[in-house]
Nanobody, 120 residues
Framework: QLQLVESGGGLVQPGGSLRLSCAAS????????IGWFRQAPGKEREGVSC????????KYVDSVKGRFTISRVNAKNTVYLQMNSLKPEDTAVYYC?????????????WGQGTQVTVSS
């Protein structure tokens, strides 16, 4: 069964850091573009970042540029999102998903999401 599982969310104070993980099972990530998305209460889902299958292309939404870093370790079949200098407006449920192109649009497989809350 093809599956993506996110982990690493939690409660952090403004200015803090978290690292989210997106682990794949049932398929190898090294042939797949992966995107991170987030959805805050009452807001539409937003694309945050993506990484190409080779890792050679990375993209970020303007609001996280310079603060978030996406990376992949294909040997671990995992994509990471390092989030630094977190702000309250980063509070959302974060999802990883396969992606058609980077930049592009979401593919068919999504994780279950992990909650990130930035609050003092």
């Amino acid at each position: 069964q093809l599956q993506l599982v996110e982990s690493g969310g939690g409660l952090v104070q403004p200015g803090g850091s978290l690292r989210l993980s997106c682990a794949a099972s049932g398929f190898t990530l090294d042939r797949v573009n992966i995107g991170w998305f987030r959805q805050a209460p009452g807001k539409e889902r937003e694309g945050v970042s993506c990484i190409s299958s080779s890792g050679g292309i990375t993209k970020y939404v303007d609001s996280v540029k310079g603060r978030f870093t996406i990376s992949r370790v294909n040997a671990k079949n995992t994509v990471y999102l390092q989030m630094n200098s977190l702000k309250p407006e980063d509070t959302a449920v974060y999802y990883c998903a396969t992606q058609v192109g980077c930049p592009g649009y979401p593919g068919n497989y999504w994780g279950q999401g992990t909650q990130v809350t930035v609050s003092s």
